[in-house]
Nanobody, 126 residues
Framework: QVHVVESGGGLVQPGGSLRLSCAAS????????IGWFRQAPGKEREGISC????????YYADSVKGRFTISRDNAKNMVYLQMNSLKPEDTAVYYC???????????????????WGQGTQVTVSS
């Protein structure tokens, strides 16, 4: 049974850091591409980072580049998003997402992923 559990969200002051985690079960990370998305109130879900299946190529949206780092631990079936220098505009619900992949594509479109975490709230505020 496919199951994803997210953790690590919370309230943090501007400039602070958080690490989000996704624990996957029922499938193997070695065969999937992985994306991180976020959705702020009243806004569309935004693809902020992804990591490809084969060579681990990564992508970051301009809004998070240089501050966020995506990583995967295939042995532990875990995915992480390290978020540093957080800003109030980073406030959103964050989702990890997965899709089986046969290439090194790294799409940032929600419909290209079919397994989703439950979401975790990140609030950046003083």
């Amino acid at each position: 049974q496919v199951h994803v559990v997210e953790s690590g969200g919370g309230l943090v002051q501007p400039g602070g850091s958080l690490r989000l985690s996704c624990a996957a079960s029922g499938f193997t990370l070695s065969y999937v591409r992985i994306g991180w998305f976020r959705q702020a109130p009243g806004k569309e879900r935004e693809g902020i980072s992804c990591i490809s299946r084969i060579d681990g190529s990564t992508y970051y949206a301009d809004s998070v580049k240089g501050r966020f780092t995506i990583s995967r631990d295939n042995a532990k079936n875990m995915v992480y998003l390290q978020m540093n220098s957080l800003k109030p505009e980073d406030t959103a619900v964050y989702y990890c997402a997965f899709a089986h992949s046969y290439d090194d594509s790294c799409p940032r479109i929600p419909r290209m992923y079919n397994v989703w975490g439950q979401g975790t709230q990140v609030t950046v505020s003083s």
